[in-house]
């Protein structure tokens, strides 16, 4: 069994920024892509961002050119750059093995001023 944990979240002022990690127990990392998802509440869990096993990436369209997802597999850990912030991201964020369906327990993201 694969735990994740997520870490990094806070609360921050309208164009700041954080960096989320999520680090993967076991030895399975490496071979499944991973995905960012972000829910508030009374809302449904929605795609922000993902990467394949070859680095490649995508990103929902609210937060292109804002944020980066990046993983270091030696470490198991993916990492979830994201600058200028603007107080609709403030959500839960949560990391996904794909290929698994393992989530981490979610590390809370406040943009406020």
């Known amino acids: 069994q694969v735990q994740l944990v997520e870490s990094g979240g806070g609360l921050v002022q309208p164009g700041g920024s954080l960096r989320l990690s999520c680090v993967a127990s076991g030895n399975t990392f490496s071979i499944y892509g991973m995905g960012w998802y972000r829910q508030v509440p009374g809302s449904q869990r929605e795609f922000v961002a993902g990467?394949?096993?070859?680095?490649?990436?995508n990103y929902a369209d609210s937060v292109k050119g804002r944020f980066s997802i990046s993983r270091d597999n030696a470490k198991k850990t993916m990492y979830l750059q994201m600058n200028s912030l603007k107080p609709e991201d403030t959500a839960v964020y949560y990391c996904?093995?794909?290929?698994?369906?393992?989530w981490g327990q979610g590390t809370q993201v406040t943009v406020s001023s």
């Open positions: 990467i394949t096993t070859s680095g490649n990436t």
């Open positions: 996904l093995q794909y290929g698994t369906a393992y």
